[in-house]
């Protein structure tokens, strides 16, 4: 078990840098568009 979740953790970690920035920039527009622009309104 160990063994397969480093091959893939192996396999995929040049991917993982693009993700973890797409999921930081969803949050970032979640944040903005429910805290942001209400008060521009």
Known sequence: ??????????HSSATMLEDAI???????LLFVG???LPNFV
């Open 1 to 10: 078990m160990l063994k397969e979740v480093k091959a893939v953790f192996a």
């Open 22 to 28: 797409g999921t930081v920039a969803i949050f970032a």
């Open 34 to 36: 429910l805290h942001v």
